[in-house]
């Protein structure tokens, strides 16, 4: 059945492939994007879709783009664990309070479906791994509070039937699209410029960190497939790779495949890096029929056949720092 969906953040990284997949499907989209770092606005934006440029902040953005919407893609949020600690009240103010603002009208407009992208930093430090979705939610930054957050307040209002949350938790995701420019997220387009650059990667701490990346298209697909199954009504779901790779082994396979010679570099740890990460997905099979079709070599191939057409690109570093002391040097000194 056709239905009308508002994908916030449709044209960032994970937001464009997912419009891509809802058009593919039959369905009209309508974006919501203010389009914050990007340099070329409609790059990777699928011309199918009607635009609105605006901000899930602005309330009345949010009223205009809801009208006459089926459903709703929450994924527009700013998403970098570790400077989220440094601009606590930026991180707020669009994830909590934009993520509020355009499911407050969701609910004033009737709006049952919800699909809300939260991540792996709602864990934060694991008790058990791998981790299951009935792990304790304890952040270790407030990127990861702001996802917790969201979803009690989407609890909340399930609980007096004014909304259907599907809530998906993110594992390290990357693919095309992905913001190479961005020093602050996304370890594998931060080291894919810097090769490019022709400069070595940059670890934090001794690289041993682990994480099951998770090449774009399988979150997309199943991220799709969700709605309409009354079984995932609020009943987050893990979504993610289950093949762990150190940042060392990373770094390495970049370097390998670029032809960069050499070892990669480190610099202190950040605080609040958890050291190892991976997730359960016994219930996205059990109720996604979910598997990963993508291995993290053939991803990283896809990737930087992608990121090579794009060519260097230059770090785009925030001048702005609530709290100064707790941002690393090597963002106060542009080195990443």
Known sequence: MKRKILVTGGAGFIGSHVVDELIKRGNEVVILDNFFGKKNKLDGVNKQAEIIDGDVTKREDCQHAVKDVDAIYHIAAHAAEGQSVYIPI???????????????????????DFVFTSSIAAYGKPNTLPITEDHPLNPEDPYGVTKKTI?????????????????VRFFNVFGPRQRMNDPYRGVIPIFINRCLKGEKPVIFGDGEQGRAFTYISDIVEPMCDMVGKRELINNPINIGNTDVWTVNKLAKEIMNI??????????????????????????????????????????????LAW??????QEFDYMTYFEIPKLSHNVYKEKTI
């Open 90 to 112: 930026f991180n707020a103010k669009i994830n909590i309070m934009g993520s509020v603002t355009i499911l407050t009208e969701a609910i004033n407009r009737g709006i049952r």
């Open 151 to 167: 979803e009690d307040y989407l609890r909340v209002y399930h609980e007096l039937d004014r909304i259907d949350p599907y809530i």
């Open 258 to 303: 670029m032809d960069m010679p050499g070892e990669p570099e480190h610099v202190p740890a950040r605080p609040t890096d958890v050291v190892l990460c991976y997730s359960d997905i016994t219930k996205a099979k059990k109720l996604l029929g979910y598997r990963p079709r993508v291995s993290i070599p053939e991803g990283l191939k896809l990737t």
């Open 307 to 312: 990121a090579k057409e794009q060519g260097p």
